[in-house]
């Protein structure tokens, strides 16, 4: 197998393609808008109620996890619309684990911030 020299360039080249997968995945996947606005208003809610440096790490990592899950799971999708456009029953059940991946890493998501937030919020409910 003969390999490349490193070349700077072609590591750039390969941001331009990153970054084209993730505007491909906002214009087309309209889960991962679902996602994006969620960030958002977790990312507000977080300065507004001044989480913890620990808790913005937390953040960070379980909406990672739901993008990159998201992605993967657009990429498993578009690969098994291509190699079989007809219904088949282990394509479908292939899309169907890949979605729950997602699923999975979204009611993490949800809990974790209900774990963070919650307090936070009752406590502010609480004051007034």
């Not at 219904?87 to 809990?111: F, M, R, T």
Request: aromatic share 12%; glycine share 2%; charged share 20%.
């Amino acid at each position: 197998m003969k390999r490349n020299k490193f070349s700077l360039r072609n590591r750039l080249e390969s941001f331009k393609y990153a970054i084209n997968g993730l505007k491909l995945l906002i214009k087309f996947e309209h889960n991962s808008r679902i996602h994006l606005a969620t960030l958002v208003f977790v990312t507000f809610l977080g300065f507004i109620l001044k989480i913890s440096n620990l808790e913005w790490i937390t953040i960070l990592i379980v909406s990672a996890f739901v993008f990159s899950n998201e992605i993967i799971n657009s990429a498993i999708e578009y690969l098994s619309d291509f190699i079989s456009p007809n219904y088949n029953e282990i394509i479908k059940k292939v899309k169907d684990l890949s979605a729950a991946a997602v699923l999975i890493s979204a009611i993490v998501s949800v809990i974790i911030a209900f774990i963070i937030f919650l307090p936070k919020i009752i406590k502010i409910c609480l004051n007034y």
